[in-house]
């Protein structure tokens, strides 16, 4: 059985920085595609980033310029680099992994707040 566990989340000012890491473990044979969606208080979930097997990468518009996505396929992890952070970007942020099942993470909340 797979497994997603996530890190990184917490408080932090706007304009500033976080990192969220998102390891996977169990029986791993391979993974596709790795990425991330958030979902706010009241907002239905949405697409953050993802990154493929080959490192190709996608953002939403919203994030773009500001969010790097990057993997590291000897540990299973896939990374979130968060700059230039705004209020607008609180929310609970899951992962996900194609094994090319998809399995989720159990989410971690980034609140940005003065």
């Known amino acids: 059985q797979v497994q997603l566990v996530e890190s990184g989340g917490g408080l932090v000012q706007p304009g500033g920085s976080l990192r969220l890491s998102c390891a996977a473990s169990g029986s791993i044979f391979g993974i596709n595609a790795m990425g991330w969606y958030r979902q706010a208080p009241g907002k239905q979930r949405g697409l953050v980033a993802f990154i493929t097997s080959t490192n190709n990468t996608h953002y939403t518009e919203s994030v773009a310029g500001r969010f790097t996505i990057s993997r590291d396929n000897a540990k299973n992890t896939v990374y979130l680099q968060m700059n230039s952070l705004k209020s607008e970007d609180t929310a609970v942020y899951h992962c996900?992994?194609?094994?090319?099942?998809?399995?989720w993470g159990q989410g971690t909340q980034v609140t940005v707040s003065s």
């Open positions: 996900y992994a194609d094994f090319p099942v998809r399995v």
